[in-house]
C-alpha cells in the first residue's frame, strides 16, 4: 500500500522552542493531508486540514498562529508547533488523502507512523 | 450534530470469532472506514465500505447498512495480534474523517 512517512518520530525539545514535523507521501502525490493530535487513551483529533498550494484549514480551537501547516508540494506537508509548552506534548500524526475515482482507485487515508513530542 | 458510537473494549478467545459494531449519526457520508490501532502507533488501514454490503478481505469483513447507520467488522480467526484498538471514521462532505472512540479488542488465549 501507499506509504506515508514522518520526520522526526520521537523529539524532545526545551519550552519555548519551536519544533516542525514533516510528511511525506513517499510513492504518491497527496493534493490534501490532515494533520491529528492523539493524547494517550483518547481518540485521534483533526487538528487541520492541508490542501497544496493554499491556506490549511484549522478546526475549531486550534490556534493557527501556534500550528503552523505549509503544504508546498504535492509530497510534503510540514507541522511546525511554535513556542511549545508542556502540553502541547503529544502524539502528532500526519494522513495523506487519495481521493476515490469511479471503477478505479479507492478512497482513503494513509497515515504516517507519528512523531512524539515532549516538551519539558 | 454529528455521533459515532462504538463498545469501549470487548473480549474474545484465541481462534474465534468477534463482532465489533459502530453506529453514527452525521450530517454528511462520504464513507465509513475501519483503522486497526496498535499502542502507541499510528491507524492502519483496514477497510472502507461507501456502499451498503459486506466487503471481506482474509479474516477481516465490514459491513455497512446506510439506512441504519450501521457498520460492524468481523475478526475471523482471532490471533494474539490482533488486540488492538479499533477505530470506526466515517468520512464528512468535507472529505474529513470524523472518529469513534475506538474499541480496544483483547484477545485471551
Known amino acids: 500500500g501507499a506509504v506515508v512517512s514522518q520526520h522526526p518520530s520521537w523529539v524532545i525539545c526545551k519550552s519555548g522552542t519551536s519544533v516542525k514535523i514533516e510528511c511525506r507521501s513517499l510513492?504518491?502525490?497527496?493534493?490534501?493531508m490532515f494533520w491529528y493530535r492523539q493524547f494517550p487513551k483518547q481518540s485521534l483529533m483533526l487538528m487541520a486540514t492541508?490542501?497544496?498550494?493554499?491556506?490549511?484549514?484549522?478546526e475549531q480551537g486550534v490556534e493557527k498562529d501556534k500550528f503552523l501547516i505549509n503544504h508546498a508540494s504535492l509530497t510534503l506537508s510540514t507541522l511546525t508547533v511554535t513556542s511549545a509548552h508542556p502540553e502541547d506534548s503529544s502524539f502528532y500524526i500526519c494522513?495523506?488523502?487519495?481521493?476515490?475515482?469511479?471503477?478505479?482507485?479507492?478512497?482513503?487515508?494513509?497515515f504516517g507512523p507519528g512523531t512524539r513530542l515532549l516538551v519539558l | 450534530g454529528q455521533n459515532i458510537d462504538q463498545p469501549t473494549e470487548m473480549t474474545a478467545t484465541e481462534g474465534a470469532i468477534v463482532q465489533i459494531n459502530c453506529t453514527y449519526q452525521?450530517?454528511?457520508?462520504?464513507?465509513l472506514f475501519w483503522y486497526q490501532q496498535h499502542a502507541g502507533e499510528a491507524p492502519t488501514f483496514l477497510s472502507y465500505?461507501?456502499l451498503d454490503g459486506l466487503e471481506e478481505k482474509g479474516r477481516f469483513s465490514s459491513f455497512l447498512s446506510r439506512s441504519k447507520g450501521y457498520s460492524y467488522l468481523l475478526l475471523k480467526e482471532l490471533q494474539m495480534k490482533d488486540s488492538a484498538s479499533y477505530l470506526c471514521?466515517?468520512?464528512?462532505?468535507?472529505?474529513?474523517?470524523?472518529w469513534g472512540a475506538g474499541t480496544k479488542l483483547i484477545i485471551k488465549p
Open positions: 494522513s495523506a488523502r487519495i481521493p476515490g475515482l469511479a471503477g478505479g482507485i479507492q478512497e482513503t487515508q494513509y
Open positions: 510513492d504518491f502525490q497527496a493534493t490534501t
Open positions: 492541508s490542501n497544496e498550494g493554499s491556506k490549511a484549514t484549522y
Open positions: 452525521t450530517s454528511g457520508f462520504n464513507g
Open positions: 465500505n461507501v
Open positions: 471514521a466515517i468520512m464528512d462532505s468535507n472529505y474529513q474523517l470524523i
